[in-house]
């Protein structure tokens, strides 16, 4: 699957993305504020990363921004199945490089995932941010998630340790997708 959003071009990860996913993740900054990326992120993470099984219902996506020299890639957004985790319902993640900070793209990427996730079926999905992440809370906010009220201990594999988070969740059923329209364009493979 690939999503066309308003600035963003939203693709699966392959082999070859190897290199360019280290450099854009193997930032202290970045893995800190992540539950299952070690610390040092190596080649060969980013390798096994891309290598893993992607399931119709749990998309998981590079986040690249198009332009004249072609796309950078500035994030990574997608759903996971937490064991668990809020009785299974699937998990919204993301990051964004330290560059790309500030400009909606977590925003816009996050939206284009939940928009695809109502599309695909799904009635809730949860996510959590660590507490010295407010920047995460605010774009779980801005997408339409509230907070459940429920704080948790989160082991950080980038931090060696575990750190309270913050849960949220979103119910998908009848909603609209939180503070406005990605104009998604939701595209498949061809066969």
């Not at 299952?36 to 992120?41: D, F, K, L, M």
């Not at 980038?158 to 595209?187: F, M």
Request: hydrophobic share 40%.
């Amino acid at each position: 699957m690939f999503i066309r959003s308003a600035r963003l071009f939203l693709r699966p990860g392959w082999p070859e993305d190897r290199d360019d996913l280290h450099r854009a993740i193997a930032d202290r900054a970045v893995i800190d504020n992540l539950s299952r990326v070690p610390w040092p992120y190596t080649p060969d993470d980013a390798a096994q990363f891309l290598d893993l099984p992607v399931e119709h219902a749990l998309p998981r996506f590079l986040i690249t921004l198009p332009g004249r020299d072609g796309t950078q890639l500035v994030g990574c957004v997608g759903l996971t199945r937490a064991p668990g985790f809020a009785g299974g319902a699937p998990q919204l993640g993301y990051w964004i490089t330290r560059e790309a900070w500030g400009r909606g793209f977590a925003s816009e990427a996050g939206r284009a995932v939940v928009d695809l996730a109502r599309t695909l079926g799904h009635r809730r999905i949860v996510a959590r941010h660590f507490i010295d992440n407010p920047a995460s809370g605010r774009v779980l906010r801005k997408i339409g998630f509230r907070p459940t009220g429920r704080t948790l201990e989160l082991f950080s594999a980038g931090r060696g340790g575990s750190h309270a988070a913050l849960e949220y969740a979103v119910d998908l059923a009848g909603q609209g997708g939180g503070d406005g329209s990605t104009d998604l364009i939701p595209c498949r493979k061809a066969a």
